[in-house]
């Protein structure tokens, strides 16, 4: 802890310098009013204030509880429910790096998903294919998780989020690291049997047209295909999702960056806004790629085409003789664009960690970077992290319905903010949530 108290002028030095008041941002813009345009607007955004101000009026009072909080001020912050069990975590971001001879944490291995279903086969420590498994279990539904929930761990701290709205409404570059948690609710998956070490040992080492042809190749195709990669190829984003798209684009209204990291394999960030440019640092199952000549190929047309003729094969087969696998890493590879994940962190002032047990390296060192710059770190994840030192907040509970009340509140808190020139707040208070 010393140490920390010696860093504190650093920081406070730091964020004085980073977190520039909203009104410079806009000023350094090219932003222009548009006073006839306006005036058209004028008279169909009297009836919308009159709805508008009623809200804001409710939202007033604890608006004023918390108006004395300085940046600075804001503490750790746990919810007082007690942990649940590690059950958020489902196989979506099941390509995880490991560092060479590194045993994995129990807690790291999503297969913890299924604490009530055949729990002696859950953590394997030494299986160093548990990333399969990762995607192929048959993981706890979405049922048995909210069946697990404690009522009072659903409902939302609006104290906490009005916290973490002046932080990024404060701040000029936000970065989002997502895991598992957040496309949690999006997929279904079908139970399944196990995959046996034949299976396991085809995918890691991306054997998909070779083992098909093996007496394995049923296993592989019903388990793996159709059971764990179409469930997640076939979802769609949910509000959580939809919640990061719209606060990255009130965000940009006042000229602030946002960037979105995913550990994820599913493409759900990109559907719910096709205009982002989301780094997905361990793939995407969305894409084929052939293991000689690198062509990219539609996996999800690759897999429905192959359900309709179960035995033709060659659907896996390039026209080069390669083989098509997903464009995902696999056990001991290095992350996709750490480089750009790095210096995205260095330049940011605020991230925010949506739905990972961030117990996997290098991708939860960018926690560390942010936090050594002086950066806040808000961790939204139902269990404790190796992080949770670095946090300013701690968010827990149901993560899209956390996530969903951001934008509205930060839609609030910036309209009211009369330094953000007025054409700039007429654009945010017509932004539809
Ligand atoms: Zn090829």
Do not use: W
């Amino acid at each position: 802890m010393d140490g920390d108290d010696e860093n504190i002028p650093q920081k406070k030095a730091f964020l004085r310098k980073t977190f520039q008041p909203i009104k410079k941002r806009i000023e350094d813009s090219d932003f222009e009013e548009k006073e006839e345009e306006d005036e058209k607007e004028e008279k169909e955004e009297d009836l919308e204030d009159e709805f508008e101000d009623e809200k804001m009026e409710k939202t007033q009072k604890l608006e004023e509880v918390i108006s004395d909080l300085s940046f600075d001020d804001i503490p750790i912050e746990a919810t007082m429910h007690s942990e649940p069990p590690d059950m958020m975590v489902i196989p979506l971001q099941a390509a995880v790096h490991r560092e060479p001879g590194r045993k994995p944490e129990p807690s790291s291995l999503p297969m913890q998903a299924m604490i009530h279903r055949e729990p002696e086969k859950i953590v394997d420590e030494n299986d160093q294919s548990s990333r399969i498994n990762d995607i192929c279990a048959g993981m706890a539904t979405q049922k048995e998780v909210e069946m697990q929930m404690d009522e009072k761990f659903k409902r939302i701290n609006l104290d906490l989020i009005k916290k973490v709205v002046n932080v990024i409404g404060n701040a000029k570059s936000i970065l989002i690291f997502s895991g598992a948690g957040i496309s949690a609710p999006s997929v279904k998956f079908p139970k399944i049997e196990p995959l046996n070490n034949n299976v396991k040992k085809a995918i890691r080492n991306r054997d998909y047209y070779e083992i098909l042809k093996t007496e394995d190749g049923k296993l592989f195709r019903d388990s793996y295909l159709f059971g764990s990669i179409l469930p997640i190829l076939e979802s769609t984003p949910n509000k959580g999702h939809f919640a990061m798209r719209d606060l990255q684009k009130l965000l940009e209204m006042i000229n602030a960056k946002v960037t979105i990291i995913t550990q994820n394999l599913d493409n759900l960030h990109d559907l719910a806004d096709p205009e982002s440019n989301i780094i997905h640092i361990h793939g995407t199952l969305k894409e084929g790629i052939c293991s000689k000549c690198r062509k990219k190929y539609d996996y999800l047309s690759m897999l429905k085409k192959f359900k309709k003729k179960p035995n033709k094969f060659e659907i896996f087969k390039c026209d080069c003789s390669g083989v098509i696998t997903p464009n995902m890493i696999e056990y001991g590879e290095s992350v996709r664009e750490y480089d750009t994940c790095e210096s995205k962190a260095r330049s940011s002032d605020v991230m925010l960690v949506l739905g990972t047990s961030l117990r996997v390296t290098p991708a939860s060192e960018l926690v560390d970077i942010v936090e050594k710059q002086g950066g806040k770190v808000i961790l939204f994840t139902r269990s404790d992290t190796p992080k949770d030192a670095l946090a300013s907040l701690h968010i827990r509970g149901d993560l899209s319905d956390i996530l969903s009340t951001i934008p509205k509140e930060l839609k609030i808190y910036l309209q009211k903010q009369e330094i953000i020139p007025k054409s700039i707040r007429k654009k945010i208070k017509k932004y539809k949530i």
